[in-house]
């Protein structure tokens, strides 16, 4: 399957992005989603989850409340909402995917998307 991330640019502290995900080659319903971001100079941390079906979410702690994942297998499409950014969300946010079960380790991915800038002004 092929990724592409879009939807991020620049926006003010406690604002709002929806970051999006298009896939294509395969069938989405077949690989379970994730959302993992990248700032400079740091490791690539994982930011949200969804099972095959969407059924199931998962998040870290300091995204629980302000991010949902949700995904559209008719159209093939992942989203990530992102309200009330605050400045240390700055990162490249990648969309990701396996045919495993759900994970938080970037490992557990076998595709990924080229990443979408998000920054967020104090």
């Known amino acids: 399957v092929q990724l592409q991330a879009s939807g991020g640019g620049l926006v003010q502290a406690g604002g709002s992005l929806r970051l999006s995900c298009a896939a294509s080659?395969?069938?989405?319903?077949?690989?379970?989603m994730g959302w993992f971001r990248q700032a400079p100079g740091k490791e690539r941390e994982f930011v949200a989850a969804i099972s095959r079906s969407g059924a199931s979410t998962y998040y870290t702690d300091s995204q629980k409340g302000r991010f949902a994942i949700s995904r559209d297998n008719a159209n093939a499409m992942v989203y990530l909402q992102m309200n009330s950014l605050k400045p240390e969300d700055t990162a490249v946010y990648y969309c990701a995917g396996t045919t495993r079960g759900v994970g938080a380790r970037p490992y557990e991915y076998e595709y990924w998307g080229q990443g979408t800038l998000v920054t967020v002004s104090s």
């Open positions: 080659g395969r069938t989405l319903s077949g690989y379970s």
